[in-house]
């Protein structure tokens, strides 16, 4: 089998690690790849081809027999990698352009959730030319709400504003000054809502629905939860508060009803549909889908799918919708994923700075890279978000030792990490 991915995380990485242990892979080329999908023994990097050119990868890949394609990031999705593919009969692991709009579209997601009474937030939907009639509803609500640029907006299109002033200054940045740019033409304002959050991730062919392992991502800069939103700072996994019973409302409530309901309105999804909850004191609401793989929720649960699972079958199984004739198992215990950033991030930071990894003896211990890239004979920083490094344990406590031991044999100028990931899930477990 040779596969292309798509895309240059850390997300990327873990999915060419995972995939490249299987027996049935030949070569995965990865586009444009990073410094870690560089030295892997069954990839190469396409970075002379822009992963948004689909005319030069469907010429490449009907050269080189591609019989997969696994698009990472969720513009491609949604600007319709999938159909692209599909007329030159190549299959891709992931949504065509309809069902990417569950994340392409706050707006489309949000009202198709109320079609399906899936349990979400409740919201209403205003057209920039709208804002009088968005602010007398934010004046009405007797909650606080929640702001939200319907398009894709790099997970920066969410504002929490705390008092009613602050929710009317947010709605003239999105509508007239265009803050997030076309990606706020249409903006849902929604009831905010309080509890832990937690990431589901399913794999997916439009009929059977498997969960991987629940995650809980830190989405903020500085410890405790402070400071600017980034990309993700870290992820564990299985999160303890997905409980078996938590779980099961999921699958009923939000899940089911949402791959069965894409299926009956005629766009079936194919891929890993990530739905983020909110676990309120009335059962977890959906805040939000994504229609591919989290990360560094990926960096995190791929450690945790057993030995003997071949990543490059499920992904086979699912494009031909025959999901229900393999066996997802998983690990018991948890995998933890530290990321380290460049210095600055997520405002302005310097790229180009060495990296050094000192060599790990564990196992359990993955090195993932994210932002990095070779230049000439060195391994030097090109992001924000550098390196995830990721570490399995049959304990939280051993996976975090563990991560924050491959942590320290990583060093580059200006390394910053959180220090607490999962520590909200420790502190919860022994108290
Ligand atoms: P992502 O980067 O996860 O893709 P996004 O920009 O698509 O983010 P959301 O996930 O919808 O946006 O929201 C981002 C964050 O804002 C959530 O993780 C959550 O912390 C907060 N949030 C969103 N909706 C609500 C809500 N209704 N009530 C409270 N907090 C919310």
């Given at each position: 089998l040779r596969i292309l991915l798509l895309g240059s995380g850390g997300r990327e990485h873990a999915l060419a690690w995972k995939l490249s242990q299987s027996p049935y892979v030949e070569k995965i080329f990865v586009c444009p790849g990073n410094g870690g999908t560089a030295n892997l023994s069954k990839t190469m990097n396409l970075d002379h081809i822009s992963a948004g050119d689909?005319?030069?990868?469907?010429?490449?890949?009907?050269?080189?027999?591609?019989?997969?394609?696994?698009?990472?990031?969720?513009?491609?999705?949604?600007?319709?990698?999938?159909?692209?593919?599909?007329?030159?009969?190549?299959?891709?692991?992931?949504?065509?352009?309809?069902?990417?709009?569950?994340?392409?579209?706050?707006?489309?997601?949000?009202?198709?959730?109320?079609?399906?009474?899936?349990?979400?937030?409740?919201?209403?939907?205003?057209?920039?030319?709208?804002?009088?009639?968005?602010?007398?509803?934010?004046?009405?609500?007797?909650?606080?709400?929640?702001?939200?640029?319907?398009?894709?907006?790099?997970?920066?299109?969410?504002?929490?504003?705390?008092?009613?002033?602050?929710?009317?200054?947010?709605?003239?940045?999105?509508?007239?000054?265009?803050?997030?740019?076309?990606?706020?033409?249409?903006?849902?304002?929604?009831?905010?809502?309080?509890?832990?959050?937690?990431?589901?991730?399913?794999?997916?062919?439009?009929?059977?629905?498997?969960?991987?392992?629940?995650?809980?991502?830190?989405?903020?800069?500085?410890?405790?939860?402070?400071?600017?939103?980034?990309?993700?700072?870290?992820?564990?996994?299985?999160?303890?508060?997905?409980?078996?019973?938590v779980m099961e409302e999921i699958m009923s409530k939000a899940l089911k009803p949402t791959i069965d309901g894409m299926r009956k309105e005629g766009f079936p999804f194919v891929g890993v549909l990530f739905t983020g909850f909110m676990l309120t004191a009335s059962g977890p609401k959906v805040l939000e889908y994504n229609v591919r793989f989290g990360d560094p929720e990926t960096e995190a649960i791929l450690l945790l799918l057993s030995e003997d699972v071949d990543l490059s079958s499920v992904f086979m199984a699912c494009v031909e919708h025959r999901l229900d004739s393999v066996t997802l198992t998983f690990k018991p215990g948890f995998a933890v994923s530290v990321i380290l950033a460049s210095q600055g991030y997520p405002g302005g930071y310097e790229k180009g700075k060495t990296i050094e990894i000192a060599p790990i003896q564990s196992p359990d211990v993955v090195v993932f890279h994210a932002g990095t890239t070779i230049a000439g004979d060195k391994l030097v920083t090109s992001g924000g978000r550098v390196i995830a490094v990721s570490a399995y344990s049959p304990t939280l406590q051993g996976a975090l030792d563990a991560a924050y031991a491959g942590v320290e044999a990583v060093s580059f100028e200006g390394k910053t990490y959180r220090r607490d990931i999962a520590h909200s899930a420790l502190s919860a477990a022994s108290g």
């Open positions: 689909f005319a030069a990868l469907i010429e490449f890949s009907v050269r080189h027999q591609i019989a997969l394609v696994v698009p990472g990031p969720e513009q491609l999705l949604v600007d319709g990698v999938e159909t692209h593919f599909r007329k030159v009969g190549i299959p891709v692991f992931g949504p065509n352009c309809l069902a990417a709009r569950m994340e392409g579209s706050k707006a489309f997601s949000k009202d198709f959730m109320e079609r399906h009474s899936i349990p979400t937030a409740n919201f209403e939907v205003f057209a920039s030319h709208q804002i009088e009639q968005a602010i007398a509803y934010v004046k009405s609500c007797n909650h606080k709400v929640v702001l939200k640029a319907s398009g894709l907006a790099g997970g920066k299109g969410v504002l929490l504003p705390n008092s009613v002033g602050e929710a009317i200054s947010g709605l003239q940045e999105i509508m007239v000054d265009s803050a997030f740019g076309s990606a706020g033409d249409l903006v849902v304002v929604e009831e905010r809502l309080e509890g832990p959050e937690l990431s589901v991730l399913a794999i997916t062919d439009g009929y059977t629905i498997v969960p991987l392992p629940a995650a809980q991502d830190h989405k903020r800069i500085g410890e405790g939860d402070t400071g600017l939103n980034t990309g993700g700072m870290g992820a564990y996994s299985p999160a303890p508060v997905a409980t078996p019973v």
